[in-house]
C-alpha cells in the first residue's frame, strides 16, 4: 500500500480505469446484425416496440415499416444505446489474413471491408481457378501460372485484341502496374455484343477507356467509358455503359479486331473532357 497516496490519486485512479478502454469478446456476431436483412447493423439503428432491431439500409433505404420478427411497427424509433457502442467497438478488420492490420470501429467495418481495404480478396478470372487473393497478389498469381491466358498492354496506349462471336472474355494486364486486373466482357445478346471494360480490384478504380470496332464494309462504332470496379469476374454487361456490336460486323470466321486503350490512373481522354465542356 502506498501511505502517500492520497482520495484525490486513488480517485483519479478509479476514473482512469472507468473511463479507459475495455476488452469484450463477443461469443456470436448474429448479437449485431440487423434482424431483417441479417447483415450487420448501420448508423442509425431503429428498434420495434418489442425491441428488434434494424439497420438504416432497410428502413431508410428500402423504406421497410415492419419488423420481420414480430410484425409490429419499425423505423420511427432510433436505438441509441446500440448506435453508441457501435460508435466505439473497434474491431479487426476480417481481411486480416490477407495483409490487412487495420482496426475500425465497428460502424465502419463493412464500409472498410467493401470499399477502402487494399487487402480485400479478389478471385482468379481464370475458369476453374480458386486462387483468391489481394489484387495485387493476383496479378503476381496471373503472371506466373496463366501468364499465356492473359493479354498484356500499356497504359495511354491503344493495343488490338480479337474478339469472338460466341462471347468469351479476355483477361487484360497493364505490363506496370501491379495492383489491377482488368476483364473484356464480350457479352451475346439478341441485337449483337456487348463489348465493356471491367477491373478486378481489392479497391474501386474509375479508369477511362476506349473501345474502337471497324469492319471491312467501313463500319466504325465507338464507346468512351469508365471502368466498373468488382472483386470477381461477372459475366453481367457494365453498367456504366457497353459498345453493342452487331453480328455483320464480324468476318466469316465469327471474329473482330477491336482497339481498345485503357487510360492510366488521373488520366482523361482530351475528347471525354472536351465532351464535358460543351454540356
Known amino acids: 500500500i502506498d501511505e502517500n497516496s492520497t482520495d484525490e490519486d486513488d480517485n483519479a485512479q478509479s476514473a482512469d480505469v472507468e473511463n479507459g478502454p475495455l476488452a469484450l469478446i463477443l461469443d456470436n456476431r448474429k448479437v449485431l446484425h440487423c434482424s431483417m436483412c441479417d447483415g450487420h447493423l448501420t448508423v442509425p439503428i431503429f428498434q420495434c416496440e418489442n425491441g428488434h432491431l434494424a439497420c438504416s439500409f432497410c428502413c431508410i433505404t428500402l423504406k421497410r415499416k415492419e419488423c420481420y420478427s414480430c410484425q409490429s411497427t419499425i423505423g420511427s424509433s432510433r436505438c441509441l444505446a446500440i448506435e453508441r457502442i ?12 490477407y495483409g490487412c492490420k487495420e482496426t475500425v470501429t465497428y460502424s465502419k467495418m463493412h464500409d472498410h471491408q467493401i470499399y477502402d481495404c487494399y487487402y480485400a480478396p479478389c478471385s482468379c478470372p481464370i475458369s476453374d481457378c480458386k486462387f483468391v487473393g489481394t489484387s495485387r497478389h493476383l496479378y503476381q498469381h ?49 441485337l449483337g455484343n456487348l463489348v465493356s471494360v471491367c477491373c478486378i480490384a481489392s479497391v474501386r478504380k474509375d479508369l477511362y477507356y ?24 461477372s459475366d453481367i454487361p457494365s453498367p456504366f455503359g457497353f459498345l453493342l456490336v452487331p453480328p455483320y460486323m464480324f468476318n466469316c470466321n465469327g471474329q473482330l479486331e477491336l482497339e481498345i486503350c485503357i487510360w492510366g490512373p488521373g488520366e482523361t481522354p482530351a475528347d471525354w473532357l472536351s465532351a464535358k465542356q460543351l454540356k
Open 210 to 233: 476506349d473501345i474502337v470496332a471497324r469492319c471491312v464494309t467501313g463500319t466504325t462504332l465507338k464507346i468512351q467509358s469508365s471502368t466498373w470496379s468488382s472483386k470477381v469476374r
Open 142 to 190: 496471373l503472371s506466373g501460372e496463366h501468364n499465356n491466358s492473359v493479354v498484356k498492354f500499356q497504359y495511354n496506349n491503344f493495343f488490338k485484341i480479337t474478339v469472338n462471336i460466341d462471347g468469351k472474355f479476355s483477361v487484360l494486364q497493364e505490363e506496370k502496374n501491379d495492383d489491377v486486373l482488368f476483364i473484356l466482357n464480350n457479352n451475346t445478346g439478341s
Open 86 to 97: 457501435l460508435e466505439v467497438v473497434r474491431v479487426k478488420c476480417q481481411n486480416s489474413i
